[in-house]
């Protein structure tokens, strides 16, 4: 199974900050990388799908990027409702996997 | 408006069974790959099974394979997961979500918990 390491685990940043996430695939992997946003008690909300396609509807702060195994996760000025848990997710080959989250909290 | 819906959530004894339904409407259900995805308390979200749009292709978790089952009823638009002997481990909210594009989920449900215990 493909493992996704996902960095850091908990960011604690301000409003108007650049936030960056990374997911490390465990393999080469294709571009089929997508990244939810949970807030607490909600069900996840897709942002970013193909690694760098943003989702019908999300702000344009939002972007996602890939190096090789590296794929990143950009909040380019942080706002109020961004404060959430964010998750990775391959979707090369089943079984599909998550990274295991990065929670950002208002410093 | 895409809606889903899940039920059939409780708790159930080490070794029991459960069958989760989700209830779909607001889009052409039976044209859609299908999953469940799981969320123990105070964890992260855990991939489970899929189905293709027919039914005819599923795939599972390692942790599940072999006592899940994923299934769908395209004539009611509801999508299910059996779940047999049932583990402490198996605790969480279970979500059913739709497919986009082959490659994530763009629609989820709220969730329904399920809690195995003694």
């Known amino acids: 199974d493909i493992q996704m390491t996902q960095s850091p685990s908990y960011v604690s940043a301000s409003v108007g900050d650049r936030v960056t996430i990374t997911c490390r695939a465990s393999?080469?992997?294709?571009?089929?990388l997508a990244w939810y946003q949970q807030r607490p008690g909600k069900a996840p909300k897709l942002l970013i799908y193909?690694?760098?396609s943003l989702q019908s509807g999300v702000p344009s702060r939002f972007s996602g990027s890939r190096s090789g195994t590296d794929f990143t996760l950009t909040i380019s000025s942080l706002q109020p409702e961004d404060f959430a848990t964010y998750y990775c997710?391959?979707?090369?080959?089943?079984?599909?996997?998550f990274g295991q989250g990065t929670k950002v909290e208002i410093k | 408006e895409v809606q889903l819906v899940e039920s059939g959530g409780g708790l159930v004894q080490p070794g029991g069974s459960l069958r989760l339904s989700c209830a779909a409407s607001?889009?052409?259900?039976?044209?859609?790959?299908m999953y469940w995805v799981r969320q123990a308390p105070g964890t992260g979200l855990v991939w489970v099974s899929h189905?293709?749009?027919?039914?005819?292709?599923?795939n599972y978790a390692d942790s599940v394979k072999g006592r899940f089952t994923i299934s769908r009823d395209n004539a009611k638009n509801t999508l299910f997961l059996q779940m047999n002997s049932l583990r402490a481990e198996d605790t969480a909210v279970y979500y059913c979500?739709?497919?986009?594009?082959?490659?994530?989920?763009?629609?989820w449900g709220q969730g329904t918990l399920v809690t195995v215990s003694s």
């Open positions: 979500a739709k497919d986009f594009r082959g490659s994530s989920m763009d629609s």
């Open positions: 607001g889009f052409a259900f039976r044209t859609y790959w």
């Open positions: 189905i293709n749009s027919d039914g005819t292709s599923t």
């Open positions: 393999q080469a992997i294709s571009s089929l």
């Open positions: 193909a690694s760098s």
């Open positions: 997710q391959q979707a090369d080959s089943f079984p599909w996997t």
